[in-house]
């Protein structure tokens, strides 16, 4: 990392430069995802006035690209018949209340008007509806992974990955593997539901003799959101890079995504394994300066090594969750300003949850509706990442 950022970054990060030397426990309580418009292209079949204010994702401007496809059907239309969003499909009269006392009052046949709460409860529905499509309708050649990774200790990469997996899974109605790959067994078979016999230790063992879809289970933990979770179930062997990309080949026959919890050690077998089959970086932050100078300091390795690893800092994602500490606005800023100084090309914010703080297994259903959002927008991000990475391999 340059002199200059840190130079910048000590302005507001005061004490960064020390307290990188901790290690954190891991991240408590998540950030509504903000997203500059070129992530999310599918979701511009929303109304403008739903798409520009929302916290989740902003809307892009109308592509003239678009409009040289099909014959006469204009590219903006938003007819479910011809691939319109999903948001179409509800039957309600924008011009009238349909919950509350208004609602009541509207059923009665007086020209009553939806209130501020209604107004904002459509908005964000029909963000979420949006997401969800992109995420949905999203297709590769084959199978893709997702990288979860930032050096600094207790930004919550486990969580992160957890989630992000449940909520693609839950989407697309499974197919999503969520795998550890740290050096030495982390924290994912914790923050997962259930406690199989076997795991990441066993399946790298057994590696040779797996052949089919059955017996690949047997080394998992279903979850409720439908993903599928492989991690370490006790002491293993430290894990390599070798080891990596032979259990990533074998997952991806049966899988078609992979999201990898990933370990603190960049330089490590295991870490460079997983970079070497990964589409895409998702990178967690807080808003705290340890954990953004060493997110920089990853995508500046990444960068300086070329090839696929700079391509990944190039199309990196970044999360931003909060575990409950006071906040300051312009340490907030600041974390968003040198992210996007640094190239990620979103950044989305999850708020704090009472149920990931617990530090205990994570439960899609027990989440925050406001969490699930967050982490909707995320996912329509990085599938669509993952749409235009795939879409450029010959």
């Known amino acids: ?17 020390r307290a990188s030397q901790y290690i954190e426990e891991d991240a408590k309580r998540p950030p509504a995802a903000q997203q500059p418009a070129e992530d999310l292209g599918e ?8 798409a520009t204010d929302s916290p989740l994702v902003v809307a892009p401007p109308r592509s003239s690209a678009a409009m040289t496809a099909g014959p006469s059907l204009p590219a903006d239309s938003t007819s479910v018949l011809f691939g319109g969003p999903a948001a179409a499909l509800t039957v309600t009269d924008p011009g009238k209340a349909t919950t509350g006392f208004r609602g009541a009052m509207a059923r009665m046949g007086l020209p009553v008007k939806p209130g501020t709460d209604e107004i904002e409860a459509r908005r964000v529905e029909s963000v979420r509806l949006a997401a969800e499509t992109v995420v949905r309708q999203a297709t590769w050649t084959r199978a893709v ?7 600094k200790g207790g930004t919550g990469k486990t969580p992160t990955a957890v989630i992000l997996a449940g909520v693609l899974a839950s989407i697309r109605g499974g197919s999503t593997a969520v795998l550890e790959v740290s050096d030495d067994p982390g924290a994912l078979g914790y923050r997962a539901e259930g406690n199989p016999k076997l795991g990441l230790g066993e399946l790298v063992r057994d590696i040779d003799q797996v052949k089919t879809a059955g017996r690949l289970h047997g080394y998992t933990a279903p979850q409720t959101s439908f993903a599928d979770v492989i991690a370490s179930t006790g002491r293993r062997d430290r894990l390599t890079g070798d080891a990596v990309v032979s259990v990533c ?11 990898m919890d990933s370990g603190n050690v960049t330089t490590s077998s295991a870490f460079q394994g997983a970079v070497s089959v990964a589409d895409v970086l998702v990178i967690p932050v807080m808003n705290a300066g340890d954990s953004v100078l060493e997110a920089i300091q990853l995508l500046e390795e990444l960068r300086a090594a070329g090839g696929q690893p700079k391509r990944l800092a190039d199309t990196a994602i970044a999360i931003r969750l909060t575990d409950g500490r006071p906040e300051n606005q312009a340490v907030s800023d600041e974390v968003a300003r040198l992210m996007y100084e640094a190239g990620v090309t979103s950044l989305h914010e999850v708020p704090y ?11 899609l259903s027990k989440l925050a509706p406001a969490t699930r959002d967050a982490f909707a927008a995320a996912a329509a991000a990085v599938v669509t990442s993952l749409k235009n990475s795939v879409s450029t391999e010959h």
Do not use: C, W
């Open 249 to 259: 080949k074998v997952i991806d026959e049966f899988y078609g995504i992979r999201v």
């Open 43 to 50: 979701l511009a079949a929303l109304e403008p006035d739903a």
């Open 1 to 17: 990392m340059t002199d200059s950022s840190r130079g910048i970054a000590s302005d507001v990060f005061g004490g960064a430069a």
């Open 145 to 151: 992974s997702v990288l979860v990774n930032n050096p």
């Open 353 to 363: 949850d009472a149920h990931i703080a617990e530090r205990q297994q994570i439960t």
